[in-house]
DNA sequence: TTGTAGGCGTTATCAG
DNA sequence: CTGATAACGCCTACAA
């Protein structure tokens, strides 16, 4: 532990005074009390430290310096050490990406994407789940100064100050998925769930449906109020008035959904239902079903996110895409491409939400064969 | 980019010279170029960074010098570059954990269990997706080589030769979940799966069910050859002969369990169905309610993982849980304990099986109140 | 091409 | 208690 640099000018072989300390000539090579370095390989392969880097790096390096360094290093078994890299880089190939709930499918997808991406560079990708808690999010912002990542993608369902200042100065790029102030300076990629939910009324407007109730998350998130204001929009262009009745707030989850549609069924009789993220919609798919509801003969019902949980009901269920794959691959290009060159101005990105129909708003076909259920 | 050291001794500042070479007193002391530093902690105090850092480690340090040094770090914005710190200290306070399928709702629960232990011990957990893929797994576990993170735990569902070499040759430590050989020398937190399908066997025959079916994963992976023999062993136990025709592989997704049930439904005529997982379970009653079995009055079904998604179905379903949860908890323990003390012996954690019955096995009641489903 | 000599930011050791 | 200094493992001017 205290491999005093004496010898380092003793004649002979001159690098090797680590080898000299470690007291052992080949044995110990291999394990120092650790794992071999540069050092290892160059004292091995009789080079200096600054030789054997430039050959494992494929800089430079002589044809028989290149094949003593190779030889020694396949011989000692030497992997670079990431961390030391990274202090000299001043990077660690590392990306963190801070979600709200990992087991929502829709997160799931995002991640997906994103890993692609971010895999595709090289990189690795870092997985935190802020259960929506603002002081969680802000620290993790604020741990972004210990530089344990090179960049983060952030999915806040809530945007305050706190998140404003944190991600102002943070001193690594951010980039944040969902919806933020117009003239915020950050990259930032959205979509529209407004108008998502209008194509959801739209459609349920179209096919007949009159008493579209809807089943929401909380009113104080960014996509809760974001929800609310299109719903209650689209039904006003439709000239047909709001019942509050049919309207019922929980969070962004099954239980919430479920129990949500519980109380909205016991006051009232809606023929359709929008809701405002897939695991509420299919909390209340179970509600209807539970209480005798035929779905959609009795009530049409839309979801939003259009994950792989809505192809997994039975019926399946139409969703409103918000495009979650789509707004993760270009959030992870976006941070990707100002890791590599900070001095980019901010950039926003948007993806607009599409409409997907499945039977539980289309023609009400309880039992049917299992072709149609395959390609609908 | 080029701080020459000149002016360490010189007179009156004498820690000043990362200051001096700043070129500039006050405003650069922020941002040299990057971020405060010990250094520039140290020399703002007045003291050495030798001081500076005991201070800001909380060992040692006169009251005045904690004072300056306080003060000082806090003037600046200082945080710790976690990289040289990890340098130094040899370790990240990283911990990976490698799984097949990120959207498996199964390693989703494990993966919270495991992130819980993790993040209590002021670690924090990288997740990689593995897509059960088995290069990729044997390049993770070499990638550990590289050390950027302190361990890791993995769960794959095949292990082969290479596996286990990558696994003896891995300089960092690494928890299995997962059946291993009785003398593998390494942590290991497994169920016993056969056991599990022994349980819901014997559920669906004591309820009367005789024609009972199996889907299943393939069979070169673990689980799927586990389940396969308990299958196989608890029909004969109970004097049932096997009809192979009730026995369906696919793999351990939605997709696969809806496609086997749909060829297993063509050709015989179940009245109850074991699956190897939660995944395929939700498949097979997509397919059994499309082509109008009534579940469970016609066809009894039982899952395998108890996951979320078991509940969330109408009905809901039995599962038989492999403790998922309590899994990871364990296997976090373990890895845990291992990168304090990497002298211990080798360690075995086993969870037991339980069944949960639900609605898709328990009485029929295709609609009844909601309270029953909520408590059920 | 090769080797010398830092330096990345921290912590730890060891004299004063 | 404090400061000088050596690591941690790697990369990279710069000089030879």
Not at 38 to 46: E, L, N
Not at 296 to 305: E, F, Q
Not at 313 to 320: A, H, I, N, R, T
């Amino acid at each position: 532990m205290t491999p005093a640099l004496i010898s380092a000018q003793t004649p002979g072989n001159v690098y090797s005074y680590r080898v000299e300390v470690q007291g052992v000539g080949r044995k110990r090579l291999q394990e120092p009390d650790g794992r071999p370095t540069v050092h290892t390989v160059a004292a091995r392969a009789g080079v200096s430290i600054a030789s054997a880097s430039r050959v494992l790096n494929g800089v430079g390096g002589s044809p028989e310096t290149v094949r003593k360094v190779r030889a020694a290093a396949a011989e000692v078994g030497y992997v670079p050490n990431a961390i030391a890299r990274s202090l000299q880089s001043q990077r660690t190939e590392l990306v963190a990406l801070a979600v709200e709930d990992i087991g929502n499918p829709v997160y799931v997808a995002m991640m997906r994407a994103i890993e692609a991406v971010v895999a595709e560079s090289g990189r690795q990708l870092l997985v935190h789940a802020t259960g929506g808690r603002i002081d969680n999010e802000t620290a993790l912002l604020r741990r972004l100064a210990h530089r344990y990542v090179d960049g983060m993608i952030i999915s806040p369902i809530r945007v305050t100050a706190e998140h404003l200042t944190a991600l102002a100065d943070s001193p690594v790029p951010v980039v944040v998925i969902g919806q933020l102030a117009e003239d915020a300076p950050m990259d930032n990629v959205r979509t529209d769930s407004r108008l998502g939910i209008a194509l959801a009324v739209d459609h349920l407007v179209a096919t007949g449906r009159r008493r579209i109730g809807f089943v929401n998350g909380p009113l104080d998130t960014v996509p809760g109020a974001a929800r609310d204001a299109g719903f209650r929009a689209a039904l006003a262009r439709h000239g047909i008035p709001l019942d509050e009745n049919l309207v019922e707030v929980g969070d962004f989850q099954y239980a919430a959904g479920r129990e949500a549609t519980e109380r909205l069924l016991a006051r009232a009789e809606p023929d359709a239902l929008v809701c405002a993220n897939d695991l509420i919609a299919v909390g209340a798919l179970h509600t209807l079903l539970a209480l005798g509801r035929r779905v959609p003969t009795d009530v049409a019902l839309v979801g939003m996110d259009d994950t792989e949980l809505a192809r997994m009901m039975f019926p399946q269920l139409s969703s409103v895409s918000l495009g979650s794959a789509e707004r993760g691959r270009k959030a992870a290009e976006l941070l990707l491409q100002r890791i590599d060159d900070p001095a980019l101005p901010p950039r926003r990105a948007q993806v607009a939400p599409s409409l997907v129909v499945r039977a539980s708003s289309g023609t009400p076909v309880p039992a049917q064969p299992i072709r149609e259920e395959v390609t609908s």
